[in-house]
Nanobody
Framework: QVQLVESGGGLVQAGGSLRLSCAAS????????MGWFRQAPGKEREFVTAISWGGVTTVYADSVKGRFTISRDNAKNTVYLQMNSLKPEDTAVYYC??????????????????WGQGTQVTVSS
């Protein structure tokens, strides 16, 4: 099993930056694709970004492309989400997610197997 714990959320002004971290447990982390989702009040949870096992392949939702960057450090069992040029529409609870061990990046995009508890990101206008 994989346990995920997010941190780094908070309140920022529009145009600012924030970096989220997701600490993962489990010896299979290095062979598990990871991703980030978010859910705003009254809206469905939506895909934000995902990264492959080795961190070479990434995919982003159009709404965050060019502003957000996902990365991972397998030695530290941690995945990051660097968020720049934040907009009020980015306000949401952000969830770290993981696919099944050895599953590809698309498995995370369409249906993660594991979720973190979420961290609140609020962008003021």
């Amino acid at each position: 099993q994989v346990q995920l714990v997010e941190s780094g959320g908070g309140l920022v002004q529009a145009g600012g930056s924030l970096r989220l971290s997701c600490a993962a447990s489990g010896r299979t982390f290095s062979s598990t694709a990871m991703g980030w989702f978010r859910q705003a009040p009254g809206k469905e949870r939506e895909f934000v970004t995902a990264i492959s096992w080795g961190g070479v392949t990434t995919v982003y939702a159009d709404s965050v492309k060019g502003r957000f960057t996902i990365s991972r450090d397998n030695a530290k069992n941690t995945v990051y989400l660097q968020m720049n040029s934040l907009k009020p529409e980015d306000t949401a609870v952000y969830y770290c997610a993981a696919g099944a061990p050895y599953a590809g990046i698309m498995a995370v995009t369409t249906g993660p197997n594991y979720w973190g508890q979420g961290t609140q990101v609020t962008v003021s206008s």
